[in-house]
């Protein structure tokens, strides 16, 4: 594995940190304020090709490197999680699987446009009963002749709201479980298919989060992503890759956090000298920056991992458990050096805070991850 970066990745990142500062840091604040989709920086991302950066060109991607994502999402995320997120789920969650498992005719229709950025896509696994329990799939696709009649429902679709088409998963036959789960691509304005919903949370309050209603909504079979029962093999494979941009996603909140707080240290005087000379401050500093590299070193070898064609699913675990636990502890120890202002709006580090904690939850809780893990360590995956 490479500790450095190639002269392209370098590249790649540097232009996602010039575009996230120039472009997204000043609108930040504002539109997580007013829970607000940024509808024209993520049409410019699209346009600088980070909306499908692993996908060939010749479908509409950027073809680069996973290694290069992973660095990406950490520059976006270090100015705002609500755009990484939207990025993350795009590149991994969405245009990655239709790649793999598309045929051409699908690839023409929902991978050229939606790596290109000109459409976005979501990812509807989650329900009600069934969130670290995704084999416990209750919407259901019944076959008719040359469509699917599907109903059910779906819970914290990420781009649920802005998304041209979701791919969404459905038991299309009970009695085999989740080897009845398959895997359709559903455009947004089907009949049947309804958006009641869009949730107000905590954090990453500028991405939509929606729920989706399915009530006797036609899908062509055509639609159907690989064969029957190939669908939760299709949703664990893309949320293993996914876990390397969450886990990307996390480095960067944990290192936008930690450089508030250091210059905060710096400035900020207690007892006549700047707080960043008060030994207590100084190890929270030194553990913030310590935790990051650690994280990051373990993301980009995930990364690196999936590149070179090895397994990575294990890897990827370790980093998005690691990641997401350090960007928790670095935004929490970034509010403390804050002191009080920490705790109020003025000061955005008190937005990293919220958005931290979603790294724990999504894409695979904190604790499937240390399942996945044991289970891989154990010789048991």
Known sequence: MRVELTEEQEMIRAMAREFADKEIRPIAA?????????????????????????????WGGSGADAVSYAVAVEEIAKACASHAVVMSVNNSLFCEPVHKHGTEEQKKR???????????????????QAG????????LAVRDGDHYVVNGRKLFVTNGREAAAALVFCQT?????????????IEKGTPGFGVPRVEDKLGLRASDTAEFVFEDCRVPVGNRLAGEGMGF????????GGRIGIAAQAVGIAAGAWELALAYARERKSFGVPIGQHQMVQWMLADMATAIDAARLLTLKAAWLKD?????????????????????????????????????TDYPVERYFRDAKITQIYEGTSQIQKLVIARAVLGEA
């Open 30 to 58: 504002d539109i997580d304020r007013g829970a607000r989709f940024p509808q024209e920086t993520v049409r410019r991302m699209g346009a600088l090709g980070l909306l499908g950066m692993t996908i060939p060109p010749v």
């Open 110 to 128: 929902f991978l050229v446009p939606f790596a290109s950025g000109a459409r976005i896509g979501c990812f509807a696994l989650t329900e009600p």
């Open 132 to 139: 670290s329990d995704a084999t416990n799939q209750a919407t």
């Open 173 to 185: 036959d009970r009695a085999l479980g989740h080897h009845g789960i398959s895997a359709l691509l």
């Open 233 to 240: 093999k299709i949703a664990m494979g893309a949320l293993d």
């Open 308 to 344: 070179a064609g090895q397994p990575f699913g294990t890897v990827a675990a370790m980093a998005k458990l690691f990641a997401a636990e350090t960007a928790m502890k670095v935004a929490t120890d970034a509010v403390q050096v804050h002191g009080g202002y920490g705790y109020i």
